[in-house]
């Protein structure tokens, strides 16, 4: 008997841990702590244009596309969840500082700028660069989140720093992907030109 009744605490208690373990979002005390669990890791962006041959220029753009898509996607999954933070006691700093619409600003910019790149049947050096220049804006305005969620995570009590660091990290990974990615795209659209010089 006491082996069965064992046997019925244990699995109810593995049944708890799975309901939270899958549970995608937690509220702690009214504020809505986010763990990213549709966020896309990326090592690298357009790292395989490094085999890519200069006249293949349709593949280089669907695979420098689909890696800049996945950046836009994190960009505006970062700007949605500062969104949702505005107005809540707690982050009156963020939502003064108008965190949330920089943010959402930048999540536009990094979609017109990925469009640019899926959309463009050719890739003109100089048209690459200025887009490119572009990007690095934006990572440069990712910073500029990333350190003042630092500075309001540090002012905050310990649950606004929870909320708060998850943010930071997304601010910061979204910065030094879209700096990865720019050598291999500069990398290749100089290949390219030699390739049509010759």
């Known amino acids: 008997m006491p082996l069965i009744a064992g046997a019925a605490v244990a699995a109810v208690i593995v049944s708890l841990a799975a309901l939270l373990r899958t549970k995608p979002r937690v509220e702690s005390h009214g504020i809505p702590v986010e763990d990213f669990y549709s966020w896309v890791e990326l090592r690298e962006p357009a790292a395989g244009l490094r085999g890519i041959k200069p006249r293949e220029k349709r593949a280089a753009i669907k695979i420098t596309g689909a890696d800049f898509n996945s950046l836009a996607i994190n960009a505006e999954l970062l700007g949605k969840r500062l969104s949702s933070l505005a107005g809540r006691h707690g982050f009156d700093k963020l939502t003064r500082d108008k965190l949330h619409k920089e943010a959402e600003q930048l999540a536009k910019e990094v979609r017109q700028n990925v ?29 500029r989140i990333a350190n003042k969620l630092y500075e309001y995570g540090r002012e905050r009590p310990e649950i606004v720093q929870t909320v708060i660091k998850p943010l930071r990290k997304a601010s910061e990974k979204l910065s030094t992907s879209i700096r990865e990615g720019r050598p291999n795209i500069e ?12």
């Open 115 to 143: 469009d640019a790149i899926k959309l463009s049947s050719n890739w003109p050096y100089n048209s690459m660069q200025a887009l490119l220049e572009k990007f690095e804006k934006c990572a440069a305005g990712y910073d």
């Open 187 to 198: 990398s290749y659209i100089k290949r390219f030109g030699k390739a049509g010089r010759a």
